[in-house]
Nanobody
Framework: VQLQASGGGLVQPGGSLTLSCAAS????????MGWFRQPPGKEREFVATVTWSGSSKYYADSVNGRFTISRDNAKRMVWLQMRALKAEDTAVYYC????????????????WGQGTLVTVSS
């Protein structure tokens, strides 16, 4: 199983950024996928999750209405579109796979990508 996250960078407050996660080595369409983030000096926290089909999505309260998770099973990709970014969104963002399916619980995720850094600053 390989999960390769990309798309991080420096963005100004109020700006937008889209993160990508490329998956390989497993039956991508069978599993739930999620995004987590780890702010500097803090614990890793849940951001968003999507079911295997893409039909259901769930977001952390802190990003609901600003972030959108999506996936394309044919391309083996999952994305996190982020808009109206705030300084508190600064973190390393990780994509992850859950055999348990649709879940916001960190412990339910079995495989993790390497992370991509998002810095929101003027």
């Amino acid at each position: 199983v390989q999960l390769q996250a990309s798309g991080g960078g420096l963005v100004q407050p109020g700006g937008s950024l889209t993160l990508s996660c490329a998956a390989s080595g497993f039956a991508f369409g069978d599993y739930g996928m999620g995004w987590f983030r780890q702010p500097p000096g803090k614990e890793r926290e849940f951001v968003a999750t999507v079911t295997w089909s893409g039909s259901s999505k769930y977001y952390a309260d802190s990003v609901n209405g600003r972030f959108t998770i999506s996936r394309d099973n044919a391309k083996r990709m999952v994305w996190l579109q982020m808009r109206a970014l705030k300084a508190e969104d600064t973190a390393v963002y990780y994509c992850a796979l859950s055999r348990a399916g649709f879940t916001a619980t960190r412990g339910d995720y079995d495989y993790w990508g390497q992370g991509t850094l998002v810095t929101v600053s003027s």
